[in-house]
C-alpha cells in the first residue's frame, strides 16, 4: 500500500479574502453584519442545544430519510436587534451545512438515538391558526353585523332570540377542529 505520509505540504486557506464568489449576496456589509451578529450571539451558537426545545433558526430537508434538520439558531435576544435580511445572512454563513431552504422557522428540536438533531417546524402550525382565525373572524363580524339589521332586532325583543344562524358566534374554540380527524 503506498502512502501519502511523505508529502507532508500544509494546505493553508485564507478565509479572509473576500471574493465575488465567496458573497453570494452581492453587499459589502454581509461580513460586516454577520460578524457583529456572531459576536453578539456567539455564546449561544456555542451552546448545547435541548431536546424539545424551541430555536428561530434554519432547517434543511434531508430527502433521503425524509427528516428536517437543525441548520442553525439564533436567540430571540440577538434576533430582534436586526434585520430579517441580516439575520438570514448571518444564519446561512455560520450554518452547519449549506440549506438550499432559507426561510427563517420556529423549530422545536428532537435529538434522535444516534445523535442526529432533527426538527419540527412549528411556524407552519402558526400561519395555519393565522389563516383558519382570519375566516372565523371575518364570519363573526358577519353575524354581528346581521344582527344588528332591525328584522334581527325585532326578533330578539319578540321572542328573545335572534334569528336562524346569528344564535352562535363562532370562537378560536374549536376553529382546527377539522384537523382532530
Known amino acids: 500500500m503506498d502512502s501519502d505520509s511523505d508529502n507532508d505540504d500544509i494546505l493553508y486557506i485564507?478565509?479572509?479574502?473576500?471574493?465575488?464568489?465567496d458573497n453570494e449576496f452581492g453587499?459589502?456589509?454581509?461580513?460586516?453584519?454577520?460578524d457583529l451578529i456572531y459576536r453578539q450571539d456567539e455564546e449561544h451558537l456555542d451552546s448545547e442545544k435541548l431536546h424539545n426545545s424551541y430555536y428561530i433558526g434554519l432547517c434543511n430537508i434531508y430527502s433521503f430519510r425524509k427528516t428536517m434538520l437543525f441548520v442553525n439558531s439564533i436567540s430571540t435576544r440577538t434576533y430582534?436587534?436586526?434585520?430579517?435580511?441580516?439575520?438570514?445572512?448571518?444564519?446561512?454563513?455560520?450554518?452547519?451545512?449549506r440549506t438550499s431552504r432559507h426561510i427563517i422557522e420556529i423549530m422545536?428540536?428532537?435529538i434522535l438515538q444516534n445523535g442526529t438533531y432533527s426538527v419540527?417546524?412549528?411556524?407552519?402550525?402558526?400561519k395555519m391558526v393565522q389563516r383558519h382565525w382570519k375566516k372565523t373572524y371575518k364570519h363573526r363580524m358577519s353575524i354581528i353585523k346581521q344582527r344588528h339589521t332591525p328584522s334581527s332586532i325585532f326578533m330578539v325583543q319578540q321572542t328573545g332570540r335572534y334569528p336562524a344562524g346569528l344564535n352562535v358566534i363562532?370562537?378560536?374554540?374549536?376553529?382546527?377542529?377539522?384537523?382532530?380527524?
Open 120 to 126: 419540527i417546524i412549528k411556524t407552519h402550525w402558526l
Open 27 to 34: 453587499d459589502d456589509d454581509f461580513d460586516h453584519d454577520s
Open 80 to 97: 430582534y436587534k436586526h434585520s430579517h435580511e441580516n439575520i438570514l445572512k448571518y444564519l446561512k454563513n455560520y450554518s452547519i451545512f
Open 170 to 181: 363562532p370562537t378560536i374554540h374549536g376553529m382546527l377542529r377539522q384537523y382532530s380527524k
Open 108 to 110: 422545536q428540536l428532537k
Open 14 to 21: 485564507d478565509s479572509d479574502i473576500d471574493t465575488d464568489s
